[in-house]
T-cell receptor, first 113, second 116 residues
Framework: AQSVTQLGSHVSVSEGALVLLRCNYS??????LFWYVQYPNQGLQLLLK??????LVKGINGFEAEFKKSETSFHLTKPSAHMSDAAEYFC???????????FGRGTSLIVHP | NAGVTQTPKFRILKIGQSMTLQCTQD?????MYWYRQDPGMGLKLIYY???????DKGEVPNGYNVSRSTTEDFPLRLELAAPSQTSVYFC???????????????FGPGTRLLVL
C-alpha cells in the first residue's frame, strides 16, 4: 500500500533563505511522485513530478526535488524563498499500475520579509 | 482550453437539503476525481471515475453520489446535507494509458460548501 508523510505542517523561512519541505513515502513498487502547490483560494497545480529516469527533478518557479530510493524521500527545495512562494504544498505518491494517488496532509510555507 | 471548471464557487445549505456540485473538463481526460479538503487533513478522495459510465468509491464516499454519463462531466450529489459535509470540494482530472500509472492531475478552483 502507498502512503505519504509530510514532516511539519508549517515551515517558516525568511525571504531569500533556503526552502526545504520534507516528504517521505511508502510504496511496494516503484512510485511516481508529485509535488503540488495550492495558493490561497485556488485549486492545486503541479510543481514537479518524478516518474522514471533522472532522480533530480526541476519544476516551475525554481523548485526542485530529488528522489532518494534508499531514504524513501522526495524532499522539495528552493535555494532562495520569495514572498510569492507562500502557499500550501502537497506531496503525492502513485504506485505503478495505480491511478489513485495518495496525498500528504500538506505543509504551509510562510515567508517572512 | 478552460481546463477543469467547477460550479458553484460557494454555497450555503441548510441541514437536510440537497445539491449537486458541477464539474466539467475539456481536456478529453478519461479519469476524473472528487476530493474534499478539510484544514490540516489534506485531500480525501470521495469518488472517482475511469471513464464514462464507470464510477467507484474512494476513501470517504458516505453521503455522496456521482454519475459519469459523458467524458466531460462528473457531478457530485449531496442528498441530505449534514454539518460534517462543510468543506472545500475539488474536482480533478487526468489521463492514463491503459494500466500505466496515472499522470498529472489537473484541479478545478474548488467549491466552498457550508452546511448550517
Amino acid at each position: 500500500a502507498q502512503s505519504v508523510t509530510q514532516l511539519g505542517s508549517h515551515v517558516s523561512v525568511s525571504e531569500g533563505a533556503l526552502v526545504l519541505l520534507r516528504c517521505n513515502y511508502s510504496s511496494s513498487v516503484p512510485p511516481y511522485l508529485f509535488w503540488y502547490v495550492q495558493y490561497p483560494n485556488q485549486g492545486l497545480q503541479l510543481l514537479l513530478k518524478y516518474t522514471t529516469g533522472a532522480t533530480l527533478v526541476k519544476g516551475i518557479n525554481g523548485f526542485e526535488a530529488e528522489f532518494k530510493k534508499s531514504e524513501t524521500s522526495f524532499h522539495l527545495t528552493k535555494p532562495s524563498a520569495h514572498m510569492s512562494d507562500a502557499a500550501e504544498y502537497f506531496c503525492a505518491v502513485s504506485e505503478g499500475g495505480s491511478y489513485i494517488p495518495t496525498f500528504g496532509r500538506g505543509t504551509s510555507l510562510i515567508v517572512h520579509p | 482550453n478552460a481546463g477543469v471548471t467547477q460550479t458553484p464557487k460557494f454555497r450555503i445549505l441548510k441541514i437536510g437539503q440537497s445539491m449537486t456540485l458541477q464539474c466539467t473538463q475539456d481536456m478529453n481526460h478519461n479519469y476524473m476525481y472528487w476530493y474534499r479538503q478539510d484544514p490540516g487533513m489534506g485531500l480525501k478522495l470521495i469518488y472517482y471515475s475511469v471513464g464514462a459510465g464507470i464510477t467507484d468509491k474512494g476513501e470517504v464516499p458516505n453521503g455522496y453520489n456521482v454519475s459519469r454519463s459523458t467524458t466531460e462531466d462528473f457531478p457530485l450529489r449531496l442528498e441530505l446535507a449534514a454539518p460534517s459535509q462543510t468543506s472545500v470540494y475539488f474536482c480533478a482530472s487526468s489521463y492514463s494509458r491503459g494500466l500505466a500509472v496515472q499522470e498529472t492531475q489537473y484541479f478545478g478552483p474548488g467549491t466552498r460548501l457550508l452546511v448550517l
